[in-house]
C-alpha cells in the first residue's frame, strides 16, 4: 500500500505538468496583438461572438469585428459564459479568413463587470480597465519587441526602450498597470533605443563593408 502511495506522489507532478497551461506573459500579448480593444459582445454563434468595439487601445479595425471562439480545457476553462452585453477587453491576432482570436485564449479575453475585472488570477496591478487601458498605452509608447513570437520559450525576444530608466521610475509610480508591465519585460533582454541604433548601424556597415571586400 505504501509503494502505491508514494508511484502516485511522484506522478501526480507529472500529470499537472502534462496539463498546465503555457501562460503568454502580457509585455509580449501587448506587443504580439494586432488589435486591442475595449467594447461589448453583440451577438454570439456557435463558433465566433460579434463584437462591437467602443474603444480602440492598440491599433485599428470596423467597429463591428467577429471573434473567434476559444475551446476551453482542464487548466483553462472560460470565467463566465459568453452573452450579448458581456464587455470585454481583447488582445487580438488577425485570423487568415479576417475574423480576430483571442491571443493565448483566457490570456486575450479579459472580463469586465462594474468596470472591474472579474477573474481573481489577473495581476493584483491590472486594477480596473481605465488604469489598464492607460498602462498600455505608456507601455507600447516605450517599449518595442523585437524577435520571434512564435518560439515557446521566447529564447531570442528582446525589448527596445526609448527612455531612460529614470523616466521609467517615475512613470511607474504614476501608474501600477505600466509598473507590472515594466518589470514583466524586464525578465527579458531590455536595451536603450540609442545602443539599439548603434548596433543596428555597426551590423549595417559591417555587411556593406564584407560586401565591397
Known amino acids: 500500500m505504501r509503494l502505491v502511495v508514494y508511484m502516485l506522489l511522484f506522478l501526480v507532478p507529472t500529470l499537472n505538468y502534462g496539463f498546465k497551461k503555457n501562460v503568454m506573459p502580457y509585455s509580449i500579448v501587448i506587443s504580439k496583438a494586432v488589435l486591442i480593444v475595449d467594447g461589448k459582445i453583440s451577438k454570439v454563434s456557435e463558433n465566433e461572438y460579434q463584437f462591437t468595439i467602443n474603444e480602440f487601445v492598440k491599433g485599428k479595425s470596423s467597429s463591428k469585428i467577429n471573434v473567434a471562439i476559444w475551446k476551453e480545457w482542464i487548466c483553462d476553462p ?17 485570423l487568415p479568413n479576417g475574423n480576430y482570436y483571442p491571443i493565448n485564449d483566457s490570456t486575450g479575453e479579459l472580463y469586465v463587470d462594474n468596470n472591474s475585472f472579474i477573474d481573481i488570477f489577473l495581476p493584483k496591478d491590472f486594477s480596473n480597465p481605465t488604469a489598464l ?10 517599449y518595442k519587441c523585437c524577435g520571434d513570437f512564435n518560439n515557446r520559450f521566447y529564447a531570442n525576444i528582446y525589448f527596445v526602450r526609448n527612455k531612460s530608466i529614470f523616466e521609467i521610475y517615475e512613470m511607474k509610480i504614476t501608474n501600477s498597470s505600466f509598473g507590472y508591465l515594466v518589470d514583466n519585460a524586464e525578465y527579458f533582454k531590455v536595451i536603450e533605443f540609442l545602443q539599439f541604433q548603434f548596433f543596428k548601424n555597426y551590423s549595417a556597415n559591417s555587411k556593406t563593408a564584407n560586401s565591397a571586400g
Open 78 to 94: 472560460r470565467i463566465k459564459e459568453l452573452k450579448t452585453g458581456q464587455r470585454l477587453i481583447l488582445f487580438l491576432e488577425k
Open 133 to 142: 487601458k492607460k498602462g498600455i498605452c505608456m507601455f507600447l509608447e516605450t
